[in-house]
Structures are given as structure tokens and as C-alpha cells.
């Protein structure tokens, strides 16, 4: 059974940066069958995609428009982890944030749903 | 932000039939599969329907979906107490390039 464990600090200051890990078992980082999304929901903005990070004999981002320049994915196989980076944060960026997987390759096809989530990590943008 | 519409709310009473929207455009469920999840307060989303019509191992056979052209539906047959939550839907836009949700739908068991 997959689980993702995110963890990660809850508050953070204005224009710092926000960073968050999610630790991966029962599946690999580097799985070429897979991507790692990034998504984040909050009362304001709903649910929002962030991006996605995956290897295919190399590492690979694509990040949303609305984020592209403030944000980084990165991954670490060694301890079989994502991470994800959100520059000059301000209060527009307090949400939840939750890693998830997406199996791109599936018996019959494609996949594009996510599963699992991770547990979610509130983050607050305050001083 | 959201880009998929749905109801704010949905209601029935034990054993009814609960049907929830979810419209989009051309670009995203007129091009591309429809997902559902569903969201209990304070935790993660949990897969609820996959590629349109599909459930999961484990989900009750109470939940189905459909797909119309750029609208989606998730119906819930023989309500229960424990359906009592949010549901949302998702789906791949193409001019996006990135996935979009739905606003979100409040299911209560009155």
C-alpha cells in the first residue's frame, strides 16, 4: 500500500520561503511509471494544481503558470522523498498543501487521477 | 480559480438519490476524463471515480459517474449518514496545460 508522509513547517513569514517534504513508501520517487503531483487548497482559491515532477531517465518539472516563478520541485532517491519549494510567499499562498501520486501507466491505458494524497500540511503565511 | 462548476450544495435523506454537476469547457472534460474525489472535513481527498465511470476497489457500488459532453455527473443511490461530505471533480485542460477542479459540492444527510 502506497502512503505519502508529508511534513514540513506551518507557519512561515512573508516574501521566506515555504518548503515541504513528502516521503514516499510503498512506491519509488523514480518509479518511471509514475509522477508526483504538488496541489494546494484553500477557502479562497479551492483546490489548485501546483505541478508535477517525474523521472523518465531524467528528472522532470512542469510547474502551473500561476506559481511557475516562485516554485521548485525537487526529489532526493536516497531517501525516496519529494520536495517542493514556494518562493516570496505572502498570505495569498496559506493553504493546504498535499503531495499525490498519479500511476501514468495502468493496466488498460493511461492513468490521470490521483492516488494516494498525502495527509496535507497547512501552511500559514503570517508575521 | 476553480475552473469546473459545481453546485455549492447537494441534500437527501437516507436512501434517496443525490446527483451532483460538474461543468467544464471544451478544453477539459470535453477533451478528457473525469475523476472524483471525496473529501471528509479536515482530511485528505480519496479517489472516489476514475476515468469517467470507473470505481476504485472499495468503493461502494452506491457511487457511479457519467460524462456528457463538457459536463460530468456523480450520483450517489441509497444515501447514507457516512456520505456526508464534500465532493470534488478534476480533470486534465488542454489549453491549461495543468489539471483543473471543481468548486466543490457539500453533500448533508438531512
Known amino acids: 500500500q502506497v502512503q505519502l508522509q508529508q511534513s514540513g513547517p506551518g507557519l512561515v513569514k512573508p516574501s521566506q520561503t515555504l518548503s515541504l517534504t513528502c516521503a514516499i513508501s510503498?512506491?519509488?520517487?523514480?518509479?518511471?511509471?509514475?509522477?508526483w503531483h504538488w496541489i494546494r487548497q484553500s477557502p479562497s482559491r479551492g483546490l489548485e494544481w501546483l505541478g508535477k515532477?517525474?523521472?523518465?531517465?531524467?528528472?522532470?518539472?512542469d510547474y502551473a503558470v500561476s506559481v511557475k516563478s516562485r516554485i521548485t520541485f525537487n526529489s532526493d532517491t536516497s531517501k525516496n522523498q519529494l520536495s517542493l519549494q514556494l518562493n516570496s510567499v505572502t498570505p495569498e499562498d496559506t493553504a493546504v498543501y498535499y503531495c499525490?501520486?498519479?500511476?501514468?501507466?495502468?493496466?488498460?491505458?493511461?492513468?490521470?487521477?490521483?492516488?494516494?494524497w498525502g495527509q496535507g500540511t497547512l501552511v500559514t503565511v503570517s508575521s | 480559480q476553480s475552473v469546473l462548476t459545481q453546485p455549492p450544495s447537494a441534500s437527501g435523506t437516507p436512501g434517496q438519490r443525490v446527483t451532483i454537476s460538474c461543468s467544464g469547457s471544451n478544453s477539459n472534460i470535453g477533451s478528457n476524463k473525469v475523476n472524483w474525489y471525496q473529501q471528509f472535513p479536515g482530511t485528505a481527498p480519496k479517489l472516489l471515480i476514475y476515468?469517467?465511470?470507473q470505481r476504485p476497489s472499495g468503493v461502494p457500488d452506491r457511487f457511479s459517474g457519467s460524462k456528457y459532453d463538457t459536463s460530468a455527473s456523480l450520483a450517489i443511490s441509497g444515501l447514507q449518514s457516512e456520505d456526508e461530505a464534500n465532493y470534488f471533480c478534476a480533470a486534465w485542460d488542454d489549453s491549461l496545460n495543468g489539471y483543473v477542479f471543481g468548486t466543490g459540492t457539500k453533500v448533508t444527510v438531512l
Open positions: 476515468r469517467n465511470n
Open positions: 499525490a501520486r498519479v500511476q501514468v501507466i495502468v493496466a488498460g491505458g493511461t492513468g490521470d487521477w490521483f492516488d494516494p
Open positions: 510503498g512506491d519509488s520517487v523514480s518509479s518511471t511509471r509514475t509522477a
Open positions: 515532477t517525474y523521472y523518465r531517465s531524467k528528472w522532470y518539472n
